[in-house]
């Protein structure tokens, strides 16, 4: 049996005087690529800011690796296995792609693998390699996304969280960012995807939660979600 990576218990976060999260149960496996799907304001990204101890539980706990992380700063996680790539990328904008790369690696002393690492992002990225010196802020949206994923790789995590990647993006950008996940995945990264990309993201994952109005009100096989009428109607607009 696969070691559970992550687990959420009862979580419940307020978020600017509402309760966004009300009391949520989940899991991941280490490597599956789990995704969290709901419409705009069911609470995914707060519930991923949670996780990653960017806002503070109300109630219920969240372990990584066996162990309570709740409270834990994004550092730290970090040095743990645990990199998120947030919604709306967060890219240094005033450093070059290359500095940025430099960045995700910045807990880690192994040099040599370092190089590797960053051959590796450059050959899933092949765009990043070409404009290396470039300034993050003049890059598009995609490209961006791209760099931010990238960076987290830097990291050499355990489990890489994304929150909304596909969000803003043209539709060929959508389709390289799908792609990229998957390669990310088959490489052995444990993936938590949060995805308003219902379809896309169901097709591409092992098991898939959907989330409303800040609790779970279905889980299981992503495919058999993917074929589900309630989620048809409800997310894949049929």
């Keep these: 049996m696969?070691?559970?990576?992550?687990?959420?218990?009862?979580?419940?976060?307020?978020?600017?005087?509402?309760?966004?999260?009300?009391?949520?149960?989940?899991e991941v496996k280490e490597g599956e690529l789990v995704t969290?799907?709901?419409?705009?304001?069911?609470g995914k990204t707060t519930t991923m800011k949670a996780i990653t101890g960017t806002l503070p539980l109300n109630a219920g706990d969240i372990e990584y690796l066996g162990k309570s992380i709740k409270g834990k700063g994004a550092w730290d996680l970090v040095r743990q296995g645990l990199a998120m790539v947030p919604e709306g990328r967060g890219v240094f904008t005033r450093m070059t792609i290359m500095e940025n790369l430099q960045m995700g690696a910045h807990i880690r002393?192994?040099?040599p693998e370092i190089a590797t690492d960053l051959d590796k992002v450059f050959t899933i990225f092949?765009?990043?390699?070409?404009?290396?010196?470039?300034?993050?802020?003049?890059?598009?949206g995609g490209e961006q996304q791209m760099l931010a994923m990238g960076r987290a790789l830097?990291?050499?995590?355990?489990?890489?969280?994304?929150?909304?990647?596909?969000?803003?993006?043209?539709?060929?950008?959508?389709?390289?960012?799908?792609?990229?996940?998957r390669e990310v995945y088959a490489q052995g990264v444990t993936v938590l995807l949060v995805e308003q990309n219902a379809s896309r993201a169901l097709q591409i994952a092992d098991r898939g939660y959907?989330?409303?109005?800040?609790?779970?009100?279905m889980s299981g096989d992503a495919k058999q979600m993917l074929r589900d009428p309630k989620v048809r109607a409800a997310y894949l607009g049929e």
């Design 2 to 26: 696969s070691q559970t990576l992550l687990k959420v218990t009862g979580l419940k976060v307020a978020y600017g005087g509402i309760q966004a999260v009300k009391g949520v149960d989940f």
């Design 36 to 42: 969290l799907i709901g419409s705009n304001g069911a």
């Design 109 to 111: 002393t192994d040099k």
């Design 126 to 140: 092949p765009r990043l390699k070409e404009r290396r010196t470039q300034l993050a802020g003049t890059l598009s």
């Design 154 to 181: 830097m990291s050499r995590p355990k489990v890489l969280l994304l929150d909304e990647p596909s969000m803003g993006l043209s539709p060929i950008m959508v389709d390289k960012i799908f792609e990229v996940v």
């Design 210 to 217: 959907v989330m409303e109005s800040g609790v779970i009100t």
